[in-house]
T-cell receptor, first 113, second 112 residues
Framework: DGGITQSPKYLFRKEGQNVTLSCEQN?????MYWYRQDPGQGLRLIYYSQIVNDFQKGDIAEGYSVSREKKESFPLTVTSAQKNPTAFYLCASSGTGEWQPQHFGDGTRLSIL | GNSVTQMEGPVTLSEEAFLTINCTYT??????LFWYVQYPGEGLQLLLK?????DKGSNKGFEATYRKETTSFHLEKGSVQVSDSAVYFCAFRGGGGNKLTFGTGTQLKVEL
């Protein structure tokens, strides 16, 4: 079955440590996205990529970095510069065209030790 | 700027009650509109969509009609079940680019 796989499901970070969240899709989608979700709030866009080797900052990119070396993969690194990283992180992908919906993974919950 | 406004939750209903979750949007042009559902501990699943004015999206007994004149996309279901308990997000995509603009979500609780 086609879909989006995020790993790990739960992740713990120590103060001052960088961590990388994995996102892989086999839907052959060109565009991929990373969102952050905090309790009681909507989704906020961190980074997005519309094509391999290209990506743009979203609304809350500070303290995060991404790469898009392969069409299938869009890893997100939460750096030590992100002062409040505890959240639920969601990866999504979509085809091009404004009528195309985004398809989401099951998320990674990041907590600080 | 672009934005989505949803009614605040939680919305608590008895099983078989009628559901309406209001959603209005502010956008340029003619966006595509979506409703997503999130069950506890999971990602978002597409529930339904509409891509032009007067379109009605429907799925699993849920419906929403794209009302351009009122810039609204209200979600309705005639008879909710306990299994419908989840958080519902209204979103639109348009105005150039592939980004989705989300509302803050409405939590629905359905009780026996």
């Amino acid at each position: 079955d086609g879909g989006i796989t995020q790993s790990p499901k739960y992740l713990f970070r120590k103060e001052g440590q960088n961590v990388t969240l994995s996102c892989e899709q086999n839907l052959n989608h060109d565009a991929m996205y990373w969102y952050r979700q905090d309790p009681g709030q909507g989704l906020r866009l961190i980074y997005y990529s519309q094509i391999v080797n290209d990506f743009q900052k979203g609304d809350i990119a500070e303290g995060y970095s991404v790469s898009r070396e392969k069409k299938e993969s869009f890893p997100l690194t939460v750096t030590s510069a992100q002062k409040n990283p505890t959240a639920f992180y969601l990866c999504a992908s979509s085809g091009t065209g404004e009528w195309q919906p985004q398809h989401f993974g099951d998320g990674t919950r990041l907590s600080i030790l | 700027g672009n934005s989505v406004t949803q009614m605040e939750g939680p919305v608590t209903l008895s099983e078989e009650a009628f559901l309406t979750i209001n959603c209005t949007y502010t956008a340029t042009g003619y966006p595509s509109l979506f409703w997503y559902v999130q069950y506890p501990g999971e990602g978002l699943q597409l529930l339904l969509k509409a891509t032009k004015a007067d379109d009605k999206g429907s799925n699993k007994g849920f419906e929403a009609t794209y009302r351009k004149e009122t810039t609204s996309f209200h979600l309705e279901k005639g008879s909710v079940q306990v299994s419908d308990s989840a958080v519902y997000f209204c979103a639109f995509r348009g105005g150039g680019g592939n980004k989705l603009t989300f509302g803050t979500g409405t939590q629905l609780k359905v009780e026996l």
